[in-house]
């Protein structure tokens, strides 16, 4: 048997025309499946400035809001530290004027008596 008629037999045999419909099979589908990818990838790309910029939008949304709670907080804290510190500021000189004022007095009465001794 020549060589063109044992590719001849082989051509026009069933198991080659199965094997040449599985491969046209698999290209057909892999020739759908890159098409859809495709075309979500193009949505995607279309959406995608839209979407980051909305993620953007809400993270900074959340970002002020956080920040302004904290300036909040902040402002309570010192409002109520200075607070105490100003009570305390208060009962300090409130309890040391009396005795700064009787020690600036025994000075000067002191330098008093020391110059009219003199």
Request: aromatic share 6%; hydrophobic share 40%.
């Amino acid at each position: 048997m020549t060589i063109t008629t044992q590719a001849k037999k082989i051509t026009e045999s069933k198991p080659f025309y199965a094997l040449t419909g599985a491969g046209d099979f698999a290209v057909e589908k892999a020739r759908a499946y890159a098409s859809t990818v495709q075309d979500k990838a193009e949505i995607v790309a279309r959406e995608l400035p839209e979407k980051a910029k909305g993620y953007a939008d809400a993270a900074a949304a959340r970002f002020n809001r956080l920040y302004d709670d904290l300036a909040s907080r902040g402002r309570k804290v010192v409002s109520r530290v200075s607070g105490e510190a100003a009570l305390e500021l208060t009962e300090v000189s409130e309890t040391a004027e009396p005795a700064i004022a009787a020690e600036t007095t025994a000075k000067r009465t002191g330098r008093a008596r020391a110059t009219s001794q003199g």
